[in-house]
Each structure stands twice: as structure tokens, then as C-alpha cells.
């Protein structure tokens, strides 16, 4: 996993906090929206005030290339099954693909807290989820040399080699059982809710 590929769960917990930082915050709300339009980085470029002429930092030597990775291609049926459960207890898929645009806010925040405790639920009862670090968010460690950088990465001004010291800013999580049901042969996962027909 990098950072231009995040795994399945790392992509679940993405959409679900931009989601939630949608609903909440106007600001982030336009700065997706520059985003998805292309025009983010361009805006940013506009804005940014002419460098200042100091000297560049130093970098440490580039470390030895590493050989590829191996891809392995993903079922895609583990996450079908996901997003059934979340429609199924939370009427997620629903929400989603709801046009919000004539809702009130408080509208939107009274749908938004069911489906909230619903996906909540489902992640519960489906999977045990844990931070991959333990202290509290601002706490300071020290990374030793060798640290695992799949479960930890780096942001801010990364110059050198480790050790590096620097503040959490996010503890991160990880997946430590999943318990998904086992599903029939003859089941289509792509069917994630089977229309509904009221005689």
C-alpha cells in the first residue's frame, strides 16, 4: 500500500470522514469541490505568494531502490458484501444517492446521525478496529530506524534518516479480525438491495 493507493479499509474510513467533513464544514465542502472540478491546484498556484530566495535544505542521499511490488488483484466481492451491510443497516447507498440540495441542514444532520450509527454498528459487528498507535493524538514519539512505514507515515518536513521525532496527528487504524458472513454460492454479490415490490 502507498499513498496514491490506499487499501479497501483505509478507502471505507477516506469516504466516510469526507463524507461527515462535507455535511459539517462549507469550507472543505468547496475545497472538494475545487477538487473534483480540477481546478484545486491551480487555485492553490494563484494564491501562493512568490517563493522567497533561501537556500535549499539538504537532502539525505536517495536510498537504494526497492524492487516492486507484487499486485495481487482483489476480489471485489469481500466489499460488495460491505457496502450490502451498510445499506442494509444504515441506508447508506440511499443516503448517498440522495440529492440533498433542497434539505434543510438540520435535515441533513438528523439523516446523517442515523446512518452515522448505523455504518458505526455494522464496523462493530463486522470487524475489530484499532488504532495502530496507542498514544494520544498530539503526543510526541521518536520513529527508530527499520520503523514499519505501511502502518506509519511521515508528513510535514521528512528531511534525513531515521530516528525521526515528531507529534501524532493521527493514530491511524487497523483491522485486527473481520467476521463478514459467508455467502452462498449462488449469491450475486453485485446485488447490493434487491428492489422492493409492495403487493
Known amino acids: 500500500m502507498n ?7 483505509g478507502r ?7 463524507f461527515f467533513g462535507i455535511l459539517g464544514d462549507g469550507e472543505f465542502a468547496a475545497g472538494v469541490l475545487r477538487l473534483r472540478k480540477g481546478t484545486a491546484g491551480s487555485a492553490a498556484a494563484a494564491s501562493a505568494a512568490p ?4 537556500p535549499a535544505p539538504v537532502a539525505a542521499p536517495a536510498p537504494a ?3 516492486a511490488p507484487t499486485l495481487k488483484e482483489a476480489s471485489p466481492d469481500a466489499a460488495l458484501q460491505l457496502l ?8 447508506f447507498i440511499d443516503f448517498v444517492e ?3 440540495k433542497g434539505y434543510s441542514d438540520a435535515d441533513i444532520g438528523a439523516a446523517a446521525r442515523l446512518v ?9 459487528e463486522h470487524f475489530t478496529i484499532r488504532p495502530v498507535r496507542d498514544e494520544a493524538e498530539g503526543s510526541r514519539v521518536t520513529l527508530a ?14 528531511v534525513g534518516k531515521a530516528p525521526f521525532n515528531g507529534s501524532i496527528s493521527h493514530r491511524g487504524w487497523r483491522v485486527d479480525e473481520v467476521r463478514l458472513p459467508k455467502l452462498a454460492g449462488s449469491h450475486n454479490a453485485k446485488v447490493i438491495a434487491p428492489a422492493e415490490v409492495e403487493l
Not at 471505507?12 to 469526507?18: C, E, F, K, Q
Open 3 to 9: 499513498d496514491s493507493t490506499p487499501s479497501f479499509l
Open 12 to 18: 471505507i474510513s477516506l469516504a466516510v470522514s469526507t
Open 51 to 54: 517563493p522567497a530566495a533561501t
Open 65 to 67: 531502490p526497492q524492487p
Open 84 to 91: 450490502g451491510l451498510l445499506q442494509r443497516d444504515a441506508r
Open 98 to 100: 440522495e440529492d440533498i
Open 116 to 124: 452515522h450509527a448505523g455504518c458505526r454498528a455494522t464496523l462493530r
Open 145 to 158: 530506524e527499520g520503523f514499519d512505514a505501511t502502518s506509519i507515515r511521515l508528513t510535514g518536513n521528512v
